[in-house]
C-alpha cells in the first residue's frame, strides 16, 4: 500500500489550497483515512478524519475553513483549505488504516505518506 499526496505549495494568508491523496496497492482495504500535520519542533496532530461510510471529524481549529472528502471509487481523498492562516504552515501528511471506526491519533494508522509541504506566507 501507498499514499501519495500532492497539491502543496505557497499561499498568501487568506488563501485556498487543496490536497490529494491517491492511494495504490492491494491485498489490503483503507478503510478510514485521514490527514495530519507536523510544523517544525511540534508534534504530529490531527487535520481531519473521514471514514469508509464518509463520516468525518475536525478539530475546532479547522472545522470552518477546511473540508475533507474522499472517492472510494478512485482510492483517493482530498483536504479543501480555505481561509489559510500563517499557523496553518506544516508538512500536511495522508494517513490510512483497515479499521472501519473513526480514529484520531497517529498510532491508530499503519499507513502513511511522504508528505506535502505546505506554506502560508505573504
Known amino acids: 500500500i501507498q499514499l501519495v499526496e500532492s497539491g502543496g505549495g505557497l499561499v498568501q494568508p487568506g488563501g485556498s489550497l487543496t490536497l490529494s491523496c491517491a492511494a495504490s496497492g492491494s491485498g489490503v482495504g483503507l478503510n478510514t483515512m485521514a490527514w495530519f500535520r507536523q510544523a517544525p519542533g511540534k508534534e504530529r496532530g490531527l487535520v481531519a478524519v473521514?471514514?469508509?461510510?464518509?463520516?468525518?471529524y475536525l478539530p475546532n481549529s479547522v472545522l470552518d475553513r477546511f473540508t475533507i472528502a474522499r472517492d472510494n471509487a478512485k482510492n483517493m481523498m482530498v483536504l479543501s483549505m480555505t481561509k489559510l492562516r500563517p499557523e496553518d504552515t506544516a508538512m500536511y501528511y495522508c494517513a490510512a488504516t483497515t479499521s472501519l471506526s473513526m480514529q484520531l491519533g497517529t498510532a491508530d494508522y499503519s499507513y502513511w505518506g511522504q508528505g506535502t509541504q505546505v506554506t502560508i506566507s505573504s
Open positions: 473521514i471514514t469508509r461510510a464518509g463520516y468525518t
